[in-house]
């Protein structure tokens, strides 16, 4: 099937520095939900935002391949690019209070895009802008329409925010942690929100999360990021039940909140900066127990491993994983994938 969203060799760098994204390749088919995870820093919220072309001014991007549905981001006018970000992407974040304007009431924000993009009168879009209300969950749509947000609980102003997100019905919805500000029960109401819209549309969804557990719910296929590369990627079952890189593994003990033998919760030794200072081998390397336990540092600091299919559909960037496989391993496409 030809993919909606394209991306090859995405690299993102700040002011001459080492990429924060680093050759960066993956692909969502229409109606497919991928999930960008990993630790913060990991260069999820920079992924997307080069979908949107919307990067700080700083940021020098490239990529061989950026294409959404057919068009060239890489190369689109802006006026192509506004109108794909308002009718074709949509985008969720995480401060949905904060992305609100405090100026304007709810429904002339739902209705903004209508108008702006659908061509509606004020009136036509207010009274869609209270249908869209009722159908992202909001009791009273119609009290709820003339709210500002500072009137707003989070729960609520996130289901805005999907509601002006969804109004154009995007194939494909970009959001980036829009559960992680939001307490534990008001999260699973918006993922369960965001799967119900995913399924009545058939839209896509790339979401992004540190967290796995939240993923676990809504996710075809997960993507893992360590400090701007793709580490492993496969279907959600094969990341959550039977992750290869040993980052993934770490993550997924994370998520499942255990403890070590003193009864401390459990954490990843170390932190993501640390790869900044790797300029060979494996950016893993300095946190990784099981290159410890293989004894094999000298061959994870020496060369950077490649993203090896698995052999399963899943691929990961790992010295160990690889060398189980055997000397007949297949080249590094990462296609369907990520690389
Ligand atoms: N304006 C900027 N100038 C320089 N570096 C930046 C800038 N914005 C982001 N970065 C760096 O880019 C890297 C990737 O950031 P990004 O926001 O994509 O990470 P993330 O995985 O989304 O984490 P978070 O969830 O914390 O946003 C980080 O190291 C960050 O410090």
Redo the contacts with the bound molecule.
């Keep these: 099937m030809t993919a909606l969203l394209e991306i090859e060799d995405l690299t993102?760098a700040?002011?001459g520095?080492r990429p924060?994204?680093d050759n960066l390749s993956l692909e969502v088919a229409p109606g497919e939900v991928v999930a960008?995870v990993?630790?913060?820093?990991?260069?999820?919220?920079?992924?997307?935002?080069s979908v949107t072309r919307l990067l700080?001014p700083?940021?020098r991007m490239s990529a061989s391949t950026l294409r959404f549905d057919g068009t060239d981001l890489l190369t689109a006018p802006d006026a192509r690019l506004n109108k794909i970000r308002g009718d074709h992407i949509g985008m969720l974040f995480?401060q949905p209070k904060r992305m609100l304007d405090p100026t304007a009431t709810v429904a002339q924000q739902v209705g903004e895009p209508l108008r702006r993009h659908l061509g509606m009168s004020r009136k036509a879009a207010h009274e869609h802008a209270v249908e869209l209300l009722a159908d992202v969950g909001i009791a009273e749509p119609e009290r709820r329409a003339g709210s500002y947000a500072h009137q707003l609980s989070g729960g609520i102003a996130q289901r805005v925010m999907i509601a002006i997100a969804l109004a154009g019905r995007p194939e494909l919805l970009i959001a980036?942690?829009p559960t992680?500000a939001l307490d534990v029960t008001v999260e699973v109401q918006i993922l369960q929100l965001l799967a119900a819209k995913r399924a009545q549309y058939g839209m896509a969804m790339v979401f992004?999360s540190?967290d796995l557990r939240v993923v676990a719910s809504i996710a075809d296929r997960i993507a893992v990021?360590y400090?701007?590369r793709i580490v492993e990627t496969g279907t959600a079952d094969q990341i959550l039940n039977a992750p290869q890189h040993p980052y993934t593994k770490a993550l997924t003990t994370c998520s499942t909140l255990c403890c070590n033998d003193d009864g401390s919760l459990y954490v990843i030794p170390g932190d993501?900066?640390s790869a900044?200072e790797i300029t060979a081998g494996c950016r893993f390397q300095p946190r990784c127990e099981v290159a410890r336990e293989h004894g094999i540092q000298a061959k994870c600091r020496g060369e950077e491993p490649a993203l090896e299919p698995c052999g399963d559909g899943s691929a990961s960037r790992c010295w160990v994983t690889i060398d189980r496989k055997g000397p007949e391993r297949s080249d590094d496409s990462g296609k369907g994938a990520a690389a």
Excluded: C
């Excluded at 990993?38 to 935002?49: D, I, Q």
């Design positions: 993102v700040f002011n520095a924060v994204i960008l990993g630790e913060s820093g990991s260069g999820k919220s920079m992924t997307a935002m700080p700083a940021a995480q980036d942690e992680t992004i540190h990021m400090a701007g993501v900066r900044q």
